[in-house]
């Protein structure tokens, strides 16, 4: 049963409108979490986000705050697929934000990482308003999502745009992210780029610097779509060598789709990425 659906989890979250993504949002508990649905942050139909509260009574100050964004080649996504990221994390009361943004061909680089800007500014400025903890607002991503988010947290230039800046920021949280990945290989995200004339300062090693927040990078140890050696160990490798706190685990039961298929009850024992990015959260005072 298990391995069947760590197969479900693989095929599903590669593909677009998958019945079996279904199936495992279907397999995770709603008792964890109090759902606000399709929340504006901005005026266009791709700039909504579902809210997650925990059911479970928030410490002093509040929950903590993980704006979440979702991966697919910057081609494919919706919010309501990951539902079962969301519930894990309000499950260990972690206020939970899953956003969408605009996706290639309707819009290039840059505009889904503006989308992506005012999103997070929306859970920084609402976090009071929704019970969480405006001191402890991590963004967090895989896949294509880590990109954003990643952007988000070490180049200021888009969190300016909404009168914020990455400093705000608890913390980063990485999973399975492209950070470092000219010239691009993936036929989905070439256009998304402009390949091969791609704009200046597109990378997010380009900008670590010594104010990058605390980060949590995870991968699978073999991951055949982002070369975690060169991505996610080269990122860390480079907050470090500027001084900058950063956690990496490199799971090795799980893949670039099941590593975050793993957090779904399920698929648990698969990755303890769960538990890893929650002590993450909670060890950021």
Known sequence: MLLT??????????LTACAPITVLNSLTAGDSYLLTPSVSYGNLPRQRLDVYRPTVAAPAGGYPVAVFFYGGSWNRGERGDYKFVAAALASRGVLTLVADYRLYPVVRYPDFLEDSAKALAYGLEQATALGGNPQRVFVMGHSAGAYNAAMLAFDARWLRTT??????LAGFIGLAGPYDFLPITNPDAKP???HPNYPPHTQVFEHVGDSAPKTFLGAARSDDLVDPQRNTVGLANRLQAVGRPATVQLYGRVNHMTLVAAFAAPLRWMAPVLDDVAAFINATP
């Open 192 to 194: 998304v780029f402009f």
């Open 163 to 168: 009168g914020h800046q990455p400093t705000e």
């Open 5 to 14: 659906l760590a197969f479900i989890a693989a095929l599903c979250l590669g």
